[in-house]
């Protein structure tokens, strides 16, 4: 148990200092999204350049494990959709459901997690995770929020390609793509310009965790709070339950996983949602209960993670 809080307490200490700081006024929550815009503008992407860039490209593309972690997250969207529908919840309000079960907070919360239990290899899994996370899970939630206004107007097809090119040129994506060219031409990198990478990656871990907390202050919370529990239950037991299945699918198909891969993939699906996932649903009009299913799903991720720990490690 004490193994466990060392791994637990810090990730969600941070974030409760973070909830102080705003709550008390040292900070606003402008400051808040200042940060964040560091952090996923600059600290990330720069965490993950320097996690690629400088290992072998057969390093970085685990097949095995983006196959799983696609699967899980294609699996939770479905899952979730068909129970949204048979509960008949109307279609934008469904689409940012659906978004909420399937879209884990990868960068904020699950690195800072990967880097107290796998040091070594956290930068290489948050890679992974990006990859999968916005070249196939985001875009499919996307699609379905844009399919869910019935606009007519436009062509889809265009519309998809908006959606994948605005994927593409985040920073955190363009930092990705750059360490896969750097590791595919086998590029060194000169020692300066690697400790300066490493000097903007170093603050993203703990300033992730005080925004992700900072952000909670002042969240819309009126909103339908029984669809908004669902999302949470469905983002911490139906996703990692995904994942679990998927590994073992994989495995069947004899494509094995590393025991710590394995953990790391289970863990990285039970991540609360990712945490522009409020800001996403603004557009859809629902942005308080995706509030409140993010709210729940943060606090109760501290339950969750601690108890799949316990069994996973």
């Not at 309000?93 to 879209?103: D, E, I, L, N, P």
């Not at 939630?141 to 998809?160: F, P, V």
Request: glycine content about 8%; overall charge positive; proline content about 5%.
């Amino acid at each position: 148990m004490t193994g466990i809080l060392s791994i637990t307490f810090p990730i969600y200490g941070a974030i409760t200092i973070g909830f102080l700081l705003v709550r008390f006024g040292w900070f606003s929550a402008q400051d808040m999204r200042v940060l964040g815009n560091y952090v996923l503008n600059v600290a990330l992407p720069a965490l993950l350049f320097n996690a690629v860039s400088r290992r072998n490209i057969a390093e970085v593309f685990d097949g095995p494990y983006m196959l799983a972690f696609a699967m899980a997250g294609l699996a939770t969207v479905a899952l979730a959709y068909l129970w949204f529908a048979l509960t008949r919840t109307e279609a934008p309000r469904r689409a940012v459901a659906v978004m909420g079960t399937s879209c884990p907070n990868s960068g904020f919360i699950g690195y800072p997690v990967m880097l107290l239990i796998f040091p070594d290899i956290a930068g290489v899994i948050l890679a992974l995770n990006m990859l999968v996370e916005n070249i196939v899970i985001i875009p499919v939630c996307l699609i379905l929020m844009e399919l869910s206004r019935g606009d007519q107007h436009g062509s889809l097809t265009r519309k998809i390609a908006a959606i994948l090119w605005g994927v593409i040129k985040r920073p955190m994506v363009l930092g990705l793509l750059l360490g896969l060219v750097f590791s595919l031409l086998r590029i060194p990198m000169p020692e300066p310009v690697t400790r300066l990478f490493d000097m903007f990656a170093a603050a993203a871990a703990a300033l992730s965790l005080l925004v992700i907390g900072g952000s909670l202050v002042g969240l819309p919370l009126r909103g339908n709070q029984w669809r908004a529990a669902q999302i949470a239950v469905g983002k911490l037991l139906l996703h990692p339950a995904m994942a679990a299945f998927a590994v073992m699918s994989i495995g069947a198909l004899g494509f094995a996983l590393s025991d710590d891969m394995r953990i790391a993939l289970i863990l990285s699906a039970a991540m609360p949602m990712f945490g522009i996932y409020a800001v996403l649903a603004q557009e859809q009009g629902h942005e308080g209960m995706a509030s409140i299913a993010m709210l729940m799903a943060t606090a109760g991720s501290f339950v969750t993670l601690s108890v799949l720990l316990a069994l996973l490690t």
